[in-house]
């Protein structure tokens, strides 16, 4: 840590998705909690991942950053600028610098548009350059990410997943963004291609400076990406903390368990900790006090009654946990 401000930092933001009932009058009866208060910052050049089971609210989270989807409360602040409330003309610029990385790079990508249609088609938006130079920025791209010129005038369907991926991550790049939101951006690809995907980020961070915001459902998968790691819990952070002081002393019970639920190549290495148990509740009706009593192993009546603060008890270590002393 520099003491610079942050490139991105995100103060108490919510989104509450409402229920509604009546056919003639609509009328809302309650909420989805999909976020539900969460804070952290992201410097510039570094990767913050942030993890947890599917309907955590980790990818409406990322998608907020990004203004995809608007928050109900809270300030996301990027290179010192609040985001919330811009018009669609005001976020213009910051919408260059900030781009996201799709799970499905398949789905992502228009199936009628050649690669080089679509790797220009973010510049051709924006009004940057003209033809040649982006045919110039298509090549530049293409190679950026290990794939062949040839490869311009193909279509999405022609492509492996792995190399699907690598044009998810060069049209993500077109722009020159500072930040990149990776939205479970190998969790749909094979292991082997995974490590290629995973290194080629990393090649990227280290050669253009970029910040990730990396979502993932398991520790496993960004034990080598992060350098900081945010896990949550049905739409709030219970435990953040540096990468390997999470790794190596996990104070969070769910933390504990998802580390524990991780694959290890000898099962007699594994540490003893419960694997988790029980299905996630639902974020309508989240139970109250701390939302992981239901599931936690060492639950006490104070756990079902009263919410726990995310409170720091080491430098850049904070917890959610009534059990956990600072
Ligand atoms: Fe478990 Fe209670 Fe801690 Fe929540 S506050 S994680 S229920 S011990």
Do not use: W
Not at 50 to 64: F, H
Not at 144 to 151: E, S, T
Request: glycine residues 8%.
């Amino acid at each position: 840590m520099t003491g610079a401000p942050p490139l991105l930092a995100v103060a108490g933001l919510k989104k509450h998705f409402p229920i509604t009932r009546g056919v003639l009058r609509r009328r809302q009866v309650g909420a989805v909690r999909a976020v539900d208060g969460v804070d952290f910052t992201v410097a510039a050049g570094e990767t913050l991942a942030l993890v947890g089971e599917s309907g955590c609210g980790k990818t409406t989270t990322g998608r907020m950053v990004l203004r995809l989807i608007e928050p109900t409360a809270g300030s996301v602040r990027f290179a010192g600028e609040e985001l919330t409330g811009l018009d669609v003309e005001a976020l213009r610029p910051h919408r260059r610098e900030m781009q996201i990385i799709f799970q499905d790079p398949y789905g992502s990508l228009d199936p009628r548009m050649t690669v080089a249609e679509i790797l220009a088609e973010p510049l051709r938006i924006h009004g940057v350059g003209d033809r040649a130079d982006r045919r110039r920025r298509v090549a530049e791209l293409l190679a950026l990410v290990g794939l062949p010129q040839a490869h311009a005038q193909r279509y999405p369907h022609e492509f492996s997943g792995g190399q699907r991926q690598r044009l998810g991550i060069a049209r993500a790049l077109a722009l020159r963004p500072k930040l990149i939101v990776c939205d479970e951006p190998v969790s749909a690809l094979d292991v082997s291609i995974q490590a290629q995907i995973i290194n080629l980020l990393e090649d990227l961070q280290r050669d253009f400076g970029l910040a990730y915001l990396f979502i993932a459902h398991d520790l496993g998968v960004v034990k080598h990406v992060a350098d900081r790691v945010a896990v949550m819990y049905l739409g709030r952070i219970v435990e953040e903390a540096p990468k390997r002081r999470l790794y190596a002393a996990p104070r969070h019970p769910y933390t504990q368990a998802l580390l524990a639920a991780v694959p290890v190549p000898d099962p007699l290495a594994r540490k003893a900790p419960a694997v988790l148990s029980g299905e996630i509740p639902s974020p309508a009706s989240p139970p109250p006090g701390c939302h992981f009593h239901t599931r936690c192993p060492h639950a006490i009546a104070r756990c079902r009654a009263e919410t726990p603060a995310l409170r720091g008890i080491a430098d850049g270590h904070r917890v959610a946990c009534h059990l956990v002393a600072a």
